[in-house]
């Protein structure tokens, strides 16, 4: 049963420290989004990437976050440094595009982030 | 823009009764797709149902059905005999087609479903 996996779970840290949640999409996926759940904003694109490459960061804070994806078993997201309104759940999902279309999305079971 | 409206905030029913969901979408995408996920309690996000634009049938799957409607934008989730185990926070989504997809889901802001005992 394939699943998309994302580490740590949980993750309570205080302001100003990095954090760094990976993800590993299901093999065979091309395609890697990030996505944050605030109940203040619901869920947000975050950034995506086809065959590694990164598509589209504009929903990211520039400043304190990054994508990135080393390979294609690995996708990372990292807060440099953290504030509290980072606190929400980090979703990962994966999917393909075969012949242009892109199938649906399978979600990991989330990383929630506390900052404190 | 492209945007997915799901004016229920809170639906509360009690177990086998039937529950519609509603789902207004706006896009000047012609073709594009729609999709419904489920977040159970457990906090996952699980696939239910993707919809292609130019496929009007409606779609039943068990107890669930999917009424889409391109002429008032909507895709509506129907539960027939709701049961507790359907308690969840439901989204409504919405991505493009073809050569314009990128992939990119927006969602709505999603429909909470309580089903009592």
């Known amino acids: 049963d394939a699943r998309v996996t994302q580490t740590p779970r949980h993750k309570v840290t205080e302001m100003g420290q990095e954090v760094t949640m990976r993800c590993q999409p299901i093999?065979?996926?091309?395609?890697v989004f990030w996505y944050r759940q605030t109940m203040m904003q619901g869920l947000e694109l975050l950034a995506y990437f086809r065959n590694r490459a990164p598509l589209d960061d504009s929903g990211m804070p520039k400043d304190r976050f990054s994508a990135e994806m080393p390979d294609a078993t690995l996708a990372t997201l990292k807060i440099q440094p953290s504030e509290p309104r980072d606190s929400a759940v980090y979703f990962c999902a994966s999917a393909t595009d075969r012949t242009g279309t892109y199938n649906e999305q399978f979600f990991g079971p989330g990383t929630r982030l506390t900052v404190l | 823009a492209q945007k997915v409206t799901q004016a229920q905030t809170e639906i509360s029913v009690v177990e086998k009764e039937d529950v519609t969901l509603d789902c207004v979408y706006e896009?000047?995408?012609?073709?594009?797709?729609l999709f419904w996920y489920k977040q159970p309690p457990s906090g996952e996000l699980v696939f239910l149902i993707r919809?292609?634009?130019?496929?009007?049938q409606n779609e039943i799957s068990g107890r669930y059905s999917w009424n889409f409607q391109k002429s008032t934008s909507s895709f509506n989730f129907t539960i027939t005999a709701s049961q507790v185990v359907d308690s969840a926070v439901y989204f409504c989504a919405l991505s493009g087609y073809g050569s314009s997809n990128t992939g990119k889901l927006i969602f709505g802001q999603g429909t909470t479903l309580q089903v009592k005992p």
């Open positions: 093999l065979g996926h091309n395609t």
């Open positions: 919809r292609n634009s130019f496929d009007e």
């Open positions: 896009t000047r995408d012609t073709t594009y797709y």
